[in-house]
């Protein structure tokens, strides 16, 4: 019977390997055991200094350069390879002092072959958090031109040799380096510089002797900035060692997701503002046969950013994009570069031209634009998004083309040309579009010079394609000139406006829609005629000059309850200083004239300065009242609120607009009208600064006589008022008062109140006084007989002389020791008197004053008291006997 397969079972298969174990099991151990005793071995011999010096050596021929390694480790399974601990690669010094690499690890595999030969050759070799630092030399040569081999290089014809064959130099036998999370530094010769790459990873691969294959990954970096989004930096491709610059190579790089303010700050240290999202894609190759010059690099860019606004702007929709493209050759020894393919495109404009750098000791670049051609819509959504309050619905329709070239660094314009056949702007909220003329304008004689452009609104195309000869403004209808002028040598200019608005209303609201609000708390309704250019010696700083008029105009400001009447007035600029003109203005019940001037522009933190000389033929103060006063306020005025601050609540008091009013200068008045106190030629001096009024020095005329006051007031949430007045030579005939007098009157007078209206202005009105009298002479009562009986005598009081003091409180005035002197006796006059015009007075009368001061104790005969009650028009009267004391001058 035959033996069965050793195989056909389980149990079979068992025993055989049974079997087979019993053989081996001695090999077996004795091959693990040795293993282990070699890896033991190899681990403490790596520690010997002979060892170590040993590795270090192999590790200086493979990089070429002095190493330094803290420790080794060394494994034989599952392949050979050592680990090296904190390595240390240095620089040529051709290039400094400072290291060429550094790594926390260094990983290395051996090979078999080179092993069983003899030769220590490496494999792959794996740098753990590797440091390299880029040098850039005098000679614009890179230290990493050294450190790679050469490329081989084929001799033609093999010629002869003669004497024994020189010892060829130690090359470089790394063949492939991987690294991981590591960091690439740049110096140019002994300055460090501010950009660098981080977290690298990726691998260098020797493909043939010299020639080297790149694949890394990198995050951009600078020092000194904080990054959120500078995406990732890929490049791929394969270049050669230090016989030709690193040539022949050729190189393709992809970097995307990158912020624009990522990459302002990565390229000049700080945010521009400006967002949105960049990516680029680029290729360059050198040593190619067809190239001009030796040494050159021919590349090509193309470069993307889209999602472009302002920092402080949402995001939209129609935020602009860019494309750009561009090609050409580079030559980083001769520091030049020539685009000769250079194209920006948008979502409708192009640009196409070519480009010439040269970055010697001189830099100087030369821009060409051969073709240019540009859609109004695009400048309009560029404009969108970096301007806020821009009007939905506003369109754009007009074509640009032309072209320019630009020279020098910085760049400036040399040769340019544009033109438009015209446009039209559409305004939401207006029926007639905003009509643009043609547009034609160049170079000349280092002069850019614009023809004047129509700009009208409404009308037809033939009302803006008139001739170029300039029109008068005035007999212009709702349309306007515009003339541009610049000198490309001293950097000025001027743009000119001359035009006509029969509704100014309608321009004020097309700069709103523009984003631009003229009228910030205040509208104005009318017809406007300008004449005004805008001077700038230097681009984008300018100053205005010229005028703009007025006529049948209707103004309203916030705080005042009416409009302002302009039936002729105007503003004027003079090297940027705005001043206001009033020739006829009808406001606060009279007729206005003079002029507003702004002395000081002040600055963010600071109100501007304003000098004032106005005059009006009549003011009143019920018509202030009207005016200024609060019930008509809280309507439109907190709508105008809105407007001033630029939006804000409505909540905002309107004493805002006086709070931001730093003013000061003269006032003329004709004839003021308080009440019954009328004042004529009033001149004043004065200021209005963070709510408060400085009325420095008052003069005016009244009823005969002149009156000199100061005025202060703070427009607080309650307001408060004082005054200080000095009166002389008063013509009490003249007084607006129900009884008749004569004489003269002089005195003072100093008053406070606060509140808002006249009610509650009366009632917390405070003060003192004094007056003298003279030549005082009363006419209806005869005030000595009427106290001698206590009845009512008709009749006239005269007195030579009088004074005494009054104080204003709760609505009354309080006569205090009024004394007026006759030729044969006194009167004194006590008490009060209410603003409802109701007396509770006593009268008094007593001989002549003694010329000497009577003796301590003594007295005067017995006097008489009237005492005057009631009403002022029909007062009640009782007598009361008294002992006066002798009264003293």
């Not at 685009?339 to 970055?359: H, P, Y």
């Not at 544009?418 to 702007?425: D, E, M, N």
């Not at 009268?843 to 005969?861: F, I, L, N, Q």
């Amino acid at each position: 019977m035959a033996r069965p397969y050793p195989f056909t079972d389980e149990p079979a298969k068992i025993s055989y390997a049974m079997m087979m174990f019993r053989k081996w099991w001695k090999a077996a151990l004795f091959v693990v055991l040795l293993v282990v005793a070699g890896q033991i071995g190899v681990s403490l011999l790596v520690h010997t200094n002979r060892v170590h010096r040993y590795l270090v050596a192999h590790l200086e021929r493979a990089f070429g350069r002095p190493v330094e390694v803290g420790s080794f480790g060394v494994q034989i399974l599952p392949s050979p390879s050592f680990d090296a601990e904190l390595v240390t690669v240095g620089e040529d010094p051709g290039f400094g002092n400072e290291y060429f690499l550094r790594a926390e690890r260094l990983t290395a595999g051996l090979r078999w072959m080179g092993l069983l030969r003899g030769h220590f050759d490496f494999g792959t070799v794996s740098l753990s958090r590797p440091s390299l630092i880029l040098v850039r030399g005098a000679q614009g040569r890179w230290n990493l031109e050294r450190w790679l081999p050469p490329a081989k290089t084929n001799l033609a014809g093999n010629p002869r040799t003669y004497g024994p064959p020189a010892v060829p130099a130690a090359a470089n036998r790394l063949q492939r380096i991987e690294f991981d999370d590591g960091r690439i530094n740049f110096k140019d010769g002994e300055d460090k510089v501010a950009f660098a790459f981080t977290s690298v990873s990726g691998s260098v691969e020797q493909v043939s002797p010299g020639r080297w294959q790149l694949q890394l990954e990198a995050e951009p970096w600078r020092s000194g900035v904080s990054l959120q989004s500078p995406g990732r930096v890929r490049v791929n491709g394969d270049l050669a060692g230090t016989s030709a610059r690193l040539q022949p190579a050729k190189i393709a790089l992809h970097w995307e997701q990158v912020s624009l303010p990522d990459l302002f700050r990565l390229l000049y240290g700080r945010d521009y503002g400006l967002r949105g999202v960049f990516a680029m894609d680029g290729s360059a190759s050198s040593g190619d046969a067809d190239s001009p010059q030796p040494g050159d690099w021919t590349f090509s860019l193309r470069a993307q950013a889209s999602q472009i606004h302002r920092w402080d702007l949402i995001e939209r929709p129609d935020n602009p994009h860019l494309n750009a493209k561009c090609s050409g050759r580079w030559n980083i020894a001769a520091g030049t570069l020539v685009a000769e393919q250079l194209l920006v495109e948008s979502s409708r404009s192009n640009l196409r031209g070519k480009a010439v750098l040269a970055s010697g000791a001189e830099k100087s670049v030369e821009l060409r634009l051969d073709s240019m051609g540009v859609q109004a819509s695009d400048l309009l959504a560029w404009y969108r998004a970096f301007h806020p309050g821009i009007a939905e619905g506003l369109a754009a329709e007009q074509f640009f083309t032309g072209g320019a070239t630009l020279r020098g660094w910085p760049l400036h314009l040399e040769v340019a040309a544009l033109s438009s056949t015209g446009g039209v702007l559409n305004i939401p909220g207006f029926s007639a579009p905003i009509r643009i003329g043609p547009v034609s304008g160049g170079t000349i004689r280092s002069k850019l010079i614009f023809d004047p452009v129509r700009i009208a609104l409404g009308g037809e195309y033939r009302d803006v394609a008139a001739p170029k000869k300039r029109r008068i403004a005035s007999l212009m209808e709702n349309a306007a000139d515009l003339t541009i002028q610049h000198d490309l040598n001293s950097q000025q200019g001027s743009i000119s406006v001359e035009g006509r608005a029969d509704k100014v209303e309608d321009v004020l609201k097309i700069a709103a829609v523009l984003g631009r609000p003229i009228n910030h708390g205040w509208e104005l309704t009318g017809e406007a005629l300008a004449v005004a250019r805008w001077d700038w010696q230097r681009p984008f700083d300018g100053r205005w000059n010229g005028q703009v008029t007025l006529n049948d105009a209707s103004l309203a400001v916030a705080g005042l309850n009416q409009p302002l009447k302009i039936n002729e007035g105007g503003i004027s600029w003079t090297d940027g200083q705005p001043s206001a003109r009033l020739l006829r203005v009808d406001a606060f019940g009279g007729s206005w004239s003079g002029q507003i001037k702004q002395t000081d522009p002040g600055d963010a933190q600071t109100s501007s300065h304003w000098n004032f000389d106005l005059a009006a033929d009549h003011l009143e103060a019920t018509e202030l009242d009207r005016w200024v006063g609060p019930r008509a306020r809280p309507g439109w005025v907190q709508r105008l609120m809105t407007s001033l601050l630029g939006g804000g609540a409505p909540s905002v008091p309107a004493s805002e607009l006086v709070r931001r009013i730093d003013a000061e200068g003269q006032l003329h008045v004709g004839e003021l009208t308080i009440e019954k106190l009328k004042l004529g030629n009033v001149q004043a001096t004065g200021s209005l600064q963070d709510l408060q009024v400085e009325v420095r020095s008052a003069e005016a005329e009244w009823s005969g006589g002149r009156v000199r006051a100061k005025l202060s007031a703070k427009f607080t949430p309650r307001p408060e008022y004082h005054v200080e007045a000095q009166f002389d030579g008063v013509d009490l005939a003249r007084l607006p008062v129900t009884v008749s007098l004569s004489g003269s009157a002089s005195g003072s007078a100093t008053l406070a109140t606060r509140g808002v209206g006249r009610d509650e202005l009366l009632k917390n009105l405070s003060g003192n006084g004094a007056i003298s009298l003279k030549k005082a002479e009363f006419r209806g009562w005869d005030v000595a007989a009427s106290a001698a009986d206590g009845s009512v005598h008709t009749g006239v009081s005269r007195w030579t002389s009088g004074n005494g003091y009054f104080a204003v409180k709760d609505h009354n005035i309080f006569v205090h020791e009024l004394r007026l002197n006759a030729l044969r006796d006194q009167t004194i006059v006590d008490g009060t008197v209410s603003f409802a015009r109701e007396a509770d007075l006593n009268v008094r009368t007593a001989g002549p004053a003694p010329r000497e001061k009577p003796a301590a104790g003594s007295g005067t005969p017995p006097g008489r008291i009237l005492k005057i009650s009631g009403p002022l028009d029909g007062p009640r009267m009782s007598l009361q006997k008294t002992v006066v004391p002798a009264l003293v001058d």
